[in-house]
């Protein structure tokens, strides 16, 4: 039996802040301050402050970042259904 969890929408200050931690914490630590600042917001602001997407939008970013070194938010999915596309892609091959 599966059991649905609704998991709300942050607030827009904790959806960056998460997201500036995710940054910070992984592959993209390389980044500049002022490059983790615009992609945090872009980034919690393009997926409406969902943790689940903003963390999967970090994780594509950081693949393709450790794959080629072109870690660049203005090029992720805009919608959902890209990001997980590309998510899966990333992790089955």
């Known amino acids: 039996m599966v059991k649905e969890l609704q998991l709300p929408a942050l607030e827009n200050n904790e959806a960056v802040a998460s ?3 995710l940054l910070k914490s992984g592959y993209l630590e390389i980044w500049t301050a002022d490059r983790k ?6 980034i919690a602001n393009r997926y409406y402050n969902y943790l689940i997407w903003t963390a999967i939008a970090v994780k594509l970013l950081e693949k393709r970042q ?6 660049n ?3 992720t999915p805009e919608e959902i259904e890209e990001l997980l596309s590309g998510y899966l892609k990333s992790i089955i091959t």
């Open 37 to 42: 600042t615009q992609a945090d917001t872009r």
């Open 19 to 21: 997201c500036e931690e």
């Open 66 to 71: 450790e794959e080629n070194s072109i870690g």
């Open 73 to 75: 938010f203005e090029t």
